[in-house]
């Protein structure tokens, strides 16, 4: 039971199994958790902790997985690869931007996004642009197109199933999202990572699961915020707070692997947010600099 709620912990406890691990309420009212795993995954949502493992590496040592290491690997669907080859024909090299989430706390903004892709292509005017939603997300990515059309910018548009959002994944160079679906796609790709932590997005938690990957974050005193209420503020300040020029720069230097540059850009505005970088150290966990 991967899910840490109560409704879950009554559905698995009503689940005929020799062996359960995750959160299982028997019928007497009962919690136990099958692993210290998913035990120490309860205590520290209890306790708030803000020192915190990562969920994938939770949920991977108490399934009690064999290791064998930290590579997610995901295979290309048939599909997928014929409407990604079909989409990207003309495409230069390019970079994908994911604009929306499930969450509005966690939505950078549309005009946000657009402001940071121009910035981006002003170092970058040979790398093209793809904006990438799912076909029901046709409004809101078409306004962004509008909003980067609006700004001198020529981006392309593709609203596609997840299979073939991976295909393409596997095709560009980078990626600029929030905290999505999208990006843990990206996780078993070699194309590289900005995401934007803002709302309730605790990168410590769901940060992006792969070394090498880069996570701005929010300097905002109420952030990472409840992910199950709307925001409680009078606007969106982690969101604001944050300069989308600057947000282009950054992107811009992940993609061209500048990690001094990166380095200087996060002293320079780190009144607007933290930047870190993933990696997995020694004893094989997932962690943030």
């Known amino acids: 039971n991967l899910t840490q709620n109560r409704m879950s912990g009554w559905l698995c406890g009503m689940v005929r199994a020799e062996t359960k691990a995750g959160l299982n309420i028997d019928i007497n009212g009962r919690a136990s958790f099958g692993s210290p795993w998913f035990r120490y995954l309860n205590d520290q ?7 915190f493992l990562h969920y994938t590496d939770v949920f991977y040592y108490g399934a009690d997985l064999p290791y064998r290491g930290h590579s997610i690997d995901l295979v290309e669907s048939a599909s997928g690869v014929a409407e990604a080859e079909e989409l990207s024909k003309g495409w230069r090299d390019f970079v994908c931007v994911q604009p929306l989430t499930s969450d509005s706390k966690k939505n950078y903004g549309l005009e ?12 970058n005017p040979k790398v093209d642009v793809v904006l990438l939603g799912a076909p029901f997300e046709y409004e809101a990515i078409e306004d962004c197109r509008r909003y980067c059309e609006q700004r001198g910018v020529e981006v392309h548009v593709a609203l596609v199933s997840l299979p073939t959002a991976f295909s393409l994944l596997v095709r560009a160079k980078a990626l600029l999202t929030g905290d999505t679906a999208i990006k843990h796609l ?3 790709t070699d194309c590289k990572i900005l995401e934007i932590a803002i709302g309730s997005s ?10 090498g990957s880069f996570i701005l974050q929010s300097v905002e005193g109420c952030h990472p915020c409840d992910h199950r209420g ?5 606007q969106h300040f982690c969101s604001q707070g944050i300069d989308p020029k600057i947000v282009g720069t950054v992107f811009s230097n992940v993609v061209d692997g500048n990690t001094r540059q990166l380095k200087l850009l996060a002293r320079e505005y780190s009144d607007q947010f933290h930047l870190y970088q993933t990696f997995f150290i020694h004893s094989g966990f997932w962690y943030a600099r």
Not at 45 to 51: P, Q
Not at 202 to 211: A, C, E, H, L, N
Not at 230 to 234: D, G, I, P, Q, V
């Open 112 to 123: 946000s996004f657009a402001i940071a892709v121009e910035s981006f292509k002003l170092s």
């Open 202 to 211: 605790d990168y410590r938690k769901t940060g992006v699961y792969k070394p």
């Open 186 to 188: 990206a996780c078993a």
């Open 230 to 234: 709307a925001c409680h503020r009078t």
């Open 45 to 51: 949502l209890i306790a708030n902790n803000k020192n």
